[in-house]
């Protein structure tokens, strides 16, 4: 089922767009703003076999819907990135996303910001969550500043055990909890 924006629309991520989405991370020209030396050398750019045990099968097929999807990013039917959540939890009241795009050039342009809201709003309608966590590095300025923009806020700095005990994974030395609520 594909969920329509204004401008984009998100369309239900398969198995067969595993690989693309894991080259759109580890090998755009949008990699070392995200990944890696010498910007990010807590966060090394991930193996194929570290990104599938992040991103497992459930994350591109219905059997994820509820708990954890990945979705491509389709601009006039080109893919352009991709969007996700994880760790919905009813309970809480909260679930996690993450975004990238496929490129630089696909950046800038509200595509992203877009696309969070319109998954935000499927969420909420479809699983009742009020909560949207995001959590870039503190090094990311720009995921930041596009994430205000979108209407996250800054709640504080969480350090890796932090992260670890909130969310029983940690990614970076340092990131920023953001949340947006509906």
């Given at each position: 089922m594909k969920i329509i924006g204004k401008k984009?629309?998100?369309?239900?991520?398969?198995?067969?767009?595993?690989?693309?989405?894991f080259s759109w991370l580890t090998q755009s020209?949008?990699?070392?703003?995200?990944?890696?030396?010498?910007?990010?050398?807590?966060?090394p750019i991930p193996s194929w076999e570290e990104f599938c045990t992040d991103y497992t099968s459930d994350f591109f097929s219905t059997s994820g819907d509820g708990k954890g999807r990945n979705y491509i990013i389709l601009l006039n039917d080109m893919e352009i990135g991709t969007i996700g959540y994880d760790l919905l939890d009813k309970i809480k009241n909260?679930?996690?996303l993450d975004i990238w795009m496929?490129?630089?050039?696909?950046?800038?342009?509200?595509?992203?910001s877009e696309s969070l809201d319109t998954l935000c709003k499927y969420i909420n309608k479809t699983y009742n969550i009020t909560n949207f966590v995001i959590s870039p590095s503190t090094?990311?300025?720009?995921?930041?500043?596009?994430y205000m923009k979108t209407g996250f806020e800054?709640?504080?700095?969480?350090?890796?055990?932090?992260?670890?005990?909130?969310?029983?994974?940690?990614?970076?030395?340092?990131?920023?909890l953001m949340i947006k609520s509906l």
């Open positions: 984009i629309e998100l369309v239900p991520a398969k198995e067969a767009d595993r690989e693309k989405i020209d949008l990699t070392s703003s995200m990944l890696g030396e010498p910007n990010y050398p807590d966060h909260r679930v996690v496929k490129s630089e050039e696909y950046c800038g342009k509200g595509y992203g090094n990311n300025k720009r995921a930041i500043a596009a800054i709640i504080k700095t969480l350090t890796k055990e932090e992260q670890e005990k909130e969310f029983g994974i940690a990614e970076y030395n340092e990131n920023i």
